[in-house]
């Protein structure tokens, strides 16, 4: 039983390691050198990027099926927040020792937006 866990761990490592090896990326063999500039000369972490580039130039060609379902979903988790979460937290804070309400769950209350 060690032996074969040592060999899976030993083919899980490979996969890992070997996952990353390449970029994926047309055109990046010896003899294909050219300079692509990138879609912005500004860094990405400066909170005015967005202001001087297009984020649409800047995202993925194919973007994550799931980010539309969290477009369609984020409105029905504010209206959870809304309507369950923020007044059962308002029962708690009325009664604390009922409840089990703590210094915790106070702070975090009072840090919502």
């Not at 039983?1 to 390691?17: C, D, E, I, N, S």
């Not at 194919?62 to 209206?79: K, N, Q, T, Y």
Request: charge should be negative; proline fraction near 7%.
């Amino acid at each position: 039983m060690k032996a074969t866990l040592t060999v899976v761990g030993m083919v899980m490592l490979a996969l890992v390691a070997t996952g990353c090896s390449t970029t994926h990326q047309p055109g990046a063999g010896a003899e294909d050198k050219e300079y692509m500039p990138p879609t912005s000369i500004y860094n990405i972490l400066d909170s005015t990027a967005l202001v001087y580039s297009s984020p649409a130039a800047g995202s993925a060609i194919s973007d994550h099926p799931l980010r539309w379902v969290g477009f369609i979903l984020h409105p029905i988790g504010h209206a959870f927040d809304y309507g369950i979460n923020r007044p059962m937290y308002t029962l708690g804070g009325n009664s604390p020792y009922l409840h089990g309400y703590t210094a915790e769950d106070s702070m975090l209350d009072a840090q919502r937006q």
